[in-house]
């Protein structure tokens, strides 16, 4: 099975400053990865997905972009954070025709 | 684009009892509809998953339902434990393409009362 390694676990950034989360895959090669955001009590919403390296496709306009330099590395970032982007950030990653594995989570506070 | 609706959003039942959660999707192409349980503060795991070509898959305390005509599909969770507590998502993919993206439903958050 895959396992996915996301950090940090939390964050705390104020309003304007820059944001780098990591994702890295373990266990399988050439996965389809995805970025969703969960805010507070509500679902998952897919902000990104890869299908390969350099290859990002956006879900929804937004402050934050995707970056995929490596096979098994995924990168959220943003150049200037709002309070809105608060939320609790998954890494996901699904071969073929597997189910999908999560990473544990990034829980960012924008203050 | 796909659209997946559950309910309910909230559901409280007592240790033994079952629990429904039911999902509707929006795109016929769907054809894989996995459940996940997420314990607080972590990432959700897969528990269960169903493709398009059963109409029931059951392991052990955990049943799903599909019903394609419908486009319809429900996690029966029996004699539930405390241990079950947590927030279900159901999602549904179209297996055909090479995007895999899974859409999630809205979350049901299951309390189960010893």
């Known amino acids: 099975s895959q396992t996915i390694h996301q950090w940090p676990a939390t964050l705390v950034q104020p309003v304007g400053s820059p944001l780098s989360l990591e994702c890295t895959v373990e266990?399988?090669?050439?996965?389809?990865l995805y970025w969703y955001r969960q805010a507070a009590g509500r679902g998952l919403q897919l902000l990104f997905y890869s299908v390969g390296i350099g290859q990002i496709s956006s879900e929804v306009p937004q402050n934050l972009s995707a970056s995929r330099p490596q096979d098994r590395q995924f990168i959220l970032s943003s150049k200037k954070l709002l309070l809105s982007d608060s939320g609790f950030y998954l890494c996901a990653s699904r071969h073929k025709n597997t189910e999908a594995f999560f990473g544990q989570g990034t829980r960012l506070t924008v203050v | 684009g796909e659209n997946v609706e559950q309910h309910p959003s909230t559901l409280s039942v007592q240790e033994g009892d079952s629990a429904v959660i039911k999902c509707t999707y929006s795109?016929?192409?769907?054809?894989?509809f996995p459940w996940y349980k997420q314990e607080l503060g972590k990432g959700p795991q897969l528990i269960i998953d169903?493709?398009?070509?059963?109409g029931e898959k059951k392991d052990q305390r955990i049943a799903v339902t599909l019903n394609k005509t419908a486009k319809h599909f429900s996690l029966h969770i029996t004699e539930t434990q405390p241990e079950d507590s947590a927030v279900y998502f159901c999602?549904?993919?179209?297996?055909?393409?090479?995007?895999?993206?899974?859409?999630f439903g809205q979350g049901t958050t299951l309390q189960v009362k010893p």
């Open positions: 795109d016929s192409a769907s054809n894989y």
């Open positions: 169903i493709r398009s070509n059963v």
């Open positions: 999602a549904a993919k179209a297996l055909s393409g090479n995007t895999g993206k899974l859409i």
């Open positions: 266990g399988t090669s050439n996965p389809n």
